[in-house]
């Protein structure tokens, strides 16, 4: 299903420097701190969630307190980290761009060196707070996930080939298996299961804001599957990978160990509005506002499959009858039953 990969580095585009733009061309968005801005907080919250998402799907639930946030203040670590070390990479590429110019390291608001010691404490920080309060594995996973995401997708996927995000995604995909391994100190189907469905869902998440800063990518000459392919193509893989994300997340259904059938009824809207979102991209392919509106609920699609999971394994649902005790207890009942 995905294209044989070509890890030449994409020539197509010039690199044209953009360093004389004045700041009423960049982006107006109010600046933080440059020490917070290199975290890249924003992306933190989904990676922590999948992660507790990843608990929910194993055994045992819940977890020990202070095992929980360990895993939680771990991986909020490493993710800093790992955004500290892609900015640090990538500096002079943002600094040619109108979008990533103003950003705190092309700006000379953070000094390199200080960037590199942020990021070498924050990475130091997580493995000691995995190693030592949860297992050296969920350490270990930890550390493959920030790898992945600096080495193999970063440096390397990202500026040779147009499926970098389809194998780039594993850093993504990282975090429920070290929610898994916190809960039970190895994966188990359920948290292969949840990593499936992030590598899954990442292409269709990610090409949907690609369409919309494709000339950025364009510019600097980095080969994005909207770049090299155009949007027609690109809402064809969309709606591929989007399919495949609503037939895994199916499956969910039989990775919980209880709640399963909670978890089933209460992601059919979720899969609906997907669908919907992206056949209307895949009729307006060119048009931003479709891209725009699935790239949004993409973000609140994953959210809210994890908050289906913790919910599914509250102590409520899981003393509940389910759906198929109820129709046994029913059919014994009833007149033909009791014949």
Known sequence: ??????????????????ASLSPQTASPRPQLPAWLEVL??????????TTVGGMAVAEPWPLAPVRFLATLVGGA??????GVLNCLWEQDLDARM???SRRALPSGRLAQHQALALA?????????????LVNPLAAALTLIGLCSYVLLYTAWLKPRTSQNIVIGGLAGAIPPLVGAVAASAHPGWGGLWLFSLVMLWTPAHFWSLALLLREDYRSVGIPMLPVVKGAEVTTHWIRVYGLLTVGMSFLGILALPTGGWLYGILILPFNAR????VGRLRRQPEEPQ????LFRWSILYLFGVCLLLVLSRTPLVTASVTPLELLRILSLNSPLGAA
């Open 120 to 132: 070498i404490g924050l990475t130091s920080a997580s493995v000691l707070v995995l190693t030592l």
């Open 274 to 277: 997907l669908l919907q979102l």
């Open 1 to 18: 299903m995905v294209r044989s990969l070509n890890l030449v580095p994409y020539q197509g585009a010039p690199a044209t420097p953009q």
């Open 98 to 100: 109108v979008r990533t």
């Open 77 to 82: 670590l490493a993710a800093a980290a790992s």
């Open 40 to 49: 890249k907080p924003r992306l933190i919250p989904l990676l922590l969630a």
């Open 290 to 293: 479709p891209a725009r509106s």
